[in-house]
């Protein structure tokens, strides 16, 4: 059983087939390298993982703002600290290539909570 909210759990991405297929996908990201790919680039960066998903969502245009959940101030710091990592064009083509739009199993909104998007 997952242990997440009500909310993560009705979602068809946490459904088991679906959980299982984009394990498989983090899985080939950590194999094509031989190590864990987001770490390595982390490291590269001299940032958290985190920080680099915040980061690589902010070099995506302007019309995308990361909203990251957190409870703790020092939690908010970090996250604060991804506008400052400069990913090179390289780097951002390695994110892409290990972890391609679409590629997560499963839709990601329930069929009843797709009926207000874009209304």
């Known amino acids: 059983m997952c242990s997440a909210g009500p909310r993560l759990q009705a979602s068809p991405r946490s459904r088991r087939?679906?959980?299982l297929a984009s394990?498989?996908?983090?899985v080939h990201a950590r194999t094509v390298t031989g190590r864990c790919q987001a770490?390595?680039?982390?490291?590269a960066n001299g940032c958290?993982?985190?920080q680099l998903a915040i980061?690589?969502?902010l070099h995506q245009g302007p019309e995308i703002i990361p909203?990251?959940?957190?409870r703790r101030i020092v939690a908010?710091?970090?996250n604060l600290g991804a506008a400052e990592i400069a990913l090179s064009s390289a780097e951002l083509a390695a994110i892409a290539a290990a972890l391609p739009p679409?590629?997560?199993?499963?839709?990601?909104?329930?069929?009843?909570?797709?009926v207000g998007l874009n209304a």
Do not use: D, V
């Open 102 to 114: 679409g590629a997560a199993a499963g839709e990601r909104y329930a069929q009843a909570a797709q």
């Open 48 to 50: 958290t993982p985190g």
């Open 55 to 57: 980061a690589w969502l």
């Open 17 to 19: 087939r679906n959980r």
């Open 76 to 78: 908010l710091e970090e």
């Open 23 to 26: 394990g498989a996908l983090i």
């Open 39 to 43: 770490k390595h680039l982390a490291a």
């Open 67 to 70: 909203i990251p959940g957190t």
